[in-house]
């Protein structure tokens, strides 16, 4: 069902930010693997590391 | 299928055999058929194993039958999570991905021999640990904490588990790659699989954390490793055990709009919103892995309310618009269907003789009420306390994981056999109850074990008498009978999904071949009497006159709020204050 795309490039550009965010796959996986690597796993392997050890 | 039916066209300089589907007019992949098969397949034996142990878990728990000894209750309760909750979900969320990338955008799979290999070293890992669990030196349950250690098979197995999936995830993405180049979509790809998408982010965030976890403790227990931390291993293995939950909800949010739309035609409100809602589970969901670490000490305030309050919030916050707008698309469909009197018509005459619908609604509707609003209490910092490793938390999860995600896949399983296993479902007088069935026990499982939770019983805990304990403690009688109630409902929930197995297995080995002539037929009661485009193509609803909808969300809401506040003043209760 291969359908002709009549979209000419300038087309693309008026698509908005939010909808070319949605529909790339890899930008989505980036963001989706980087904010909890930050947010949850380094930020919380930072405050481990640094808690005292006991003596 | 015969392959004279099929027939070959070139993709991408790739030769693929292609059958058209009669229902949907879809071209469907062989290759990817056979692995959408092999995975539901591999998926439905290790429910009925796991479904199996989790019966003995529950009559174990239950005072006045207390079935195992104690050594066999902790190994079966480790086996039971490990085959629910592992390797039944993530089989079946494998035949989802594949399923909504190759047949969804009429797109050859990616690589169908990578995904071979995924399925084995899926299969493979899923054995070896079952045979670890089941030698008995392995149950450390399905958190597996250090310092209690399995053996070095339990772990090893996970880890081929976890890579093949990984595998599988980046065909899945690899099949999007392909079908963008060649153009076998137009404009955005459909809602479901942008659900599937997230759900696969999703997995490959889980899947790094559980081999940076997963890959030491390996070691550790072979004895090349000294020592784990074990505030260390729990932050990093709850980056993969809450966020492969959130797999499960994105999932199966996906399969419910899937089968709204089949089953009565349900075009999402909004792309634009629901997709947001999705793009809320990317970003913020698996920031919610902090509320399992609420209790310790030695992680700052700020980190546990940054992940669970804020980001916690925001991820809910996609939780309550696809709640919203699944309901609304399945009643503007239903108002296009031509329900249109009062409030509820369309709810009235929905297909609910239809299992999938019945599943899917069903599904829904516990997953928001018990699932829901337990989890935002359990994961507020505050009044977590009152409820944190009581029975309060299986009963929260077996609502959201059970009730919902469970029961989601059941129901998609009555539209997989007729559309990909080409099998008509046998004994539907019986499948037209089974959803039911199942919600029911599963709504007792989940409810009573909450209660228990309530009064403050212990979860995985052999016995709640203290018989044998050096100080006594009795808890109070009510506590005795909630787990004889849970006892009772996990007989229902098994007889439920034992249908669900009879039958599944039954259509695949008896079921009457679907042709084209009875493809819909097969489906269940629909009220449009075909299979609508919606599932395949980008598109809104374009109305928002849904009254039904809103009284069932102002409904919601006011239980939610009540009970969340019932729980602060439980709290205030627990601390006097001044
Ligand atoms: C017939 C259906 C089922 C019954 C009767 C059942 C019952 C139970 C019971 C009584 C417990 C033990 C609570 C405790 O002592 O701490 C348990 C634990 C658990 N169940 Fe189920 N369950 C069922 C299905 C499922 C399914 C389908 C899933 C996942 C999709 C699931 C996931 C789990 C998990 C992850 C645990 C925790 C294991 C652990 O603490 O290590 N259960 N279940
Ligand atoms: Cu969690």
Known sequence: MATKTKEPEAASERIPPMQRLLDNPFLLLFLGVTMPTVLYLMWGLMEITQIPIAE | MSIAESHSGIIGGIAARFRTCPATGLQIDLAAERLIKANAVAAVVFLLVGGVFGLLVALTRWPAVHLLPADMFYLVLTAHGLDVLLLWILFFEMAVLYFASAVLLNCRLAAPRFAWLAFILMLVGGVLTNIAVLQGDSSVMFTSYVPMQASPNFYLGLILFAVGALIGCLVFLGTLVIAKEEKTYEGSIPLVTFGALTA???????????????????????????????????????????????????????????????????????????R????????????????????????????????????????????????????????????????????????????????????????????????????????????????????????????????????????????????????????????KWQPYLFAIGVSGISLFMMGAGTLGVSRRHWDITFSDAALSFDYPSAAFLMLGLNGLSAILAA??????????????????????????????????????????????AGTFHLPGTYILVAVFFTAFVLYYFVNWKYVSDLWPMG
């Open chain 2, 276 to 431: 947001t809602a999705f793009l809320m589970y990317i970003l913020f969901l698996q920031l919610a892995s902090a509320h399992h670490l609420l209790v310790e000490p030695g992680i700052s305030a700020e980190w546990k309310v940054f992940n669970t309050s804020y980001a916690m919030y925001l991820a809910v916050l996609g939780s309550l618009i696809h709640g919203m707008t699944v309901p609304g698309a399945i009643e503007a469909a239903q108002r296009r269907n031509g329900f249109v009197n009062g409030a509820f018509e369309w709810l009235r005459k929905a297909p609910w003789g239809n299992p999938a619908f019945a599943g899917m609604f069903l599904s829904l509707v516990l997953f928001g009420f018990l699932g829901g609003i337990s989890g935002v209490v359990l994961g507020t910092e505050q009044i977590n306390i009152l409820m944190h490793n009581t029975l309060y938390v299986p009963g929260h999860f077996h609502a959201t994981v059970v009730a919902g995600t469970t029961l989601a896949f059941m129901a998609l399983t009555y539209l997989v056999l007729p559309l990909i296993f080409q099998r008509k479902v046998i004994l539907p007088g019986l499948a």
């Open chain 2, 495 to 540: 007889v439920g999904g034992g249908l669900y197995i009879v039958i599944t297995v039954g259509s695949l080995l008896f079921g009457e071949k679907v042709t084209a002539d009875n493809v819909v037929e097969a489906l269940g009661p629909m009220p449009t009497r075909k299979v609508s485009e919606a599932v395949k193509e980008y598109g809104n």
């Open chain 2, 200 to 274: 696969c982010i999703i997995a490959i965030f889980t899947i790094a954390s559980g081999a940076i976890i997963l890959i030491p403790t390996w070691l550790w227990s072979l004895g090349y490793i000294s020592h784990i931390d074990t505030l260390m291993y729990k932050l990093i293995w709850w980056g993969m055990g809450h966020s492969s939950q959130q797999i499960n909800v994105a999932a199966h949010v996906a399969v419910w709009y899937a089968i709204a739309a089949i089953t009565v035609g349900a075009k999402p409100l909004s792309e634009k919103v629901s």
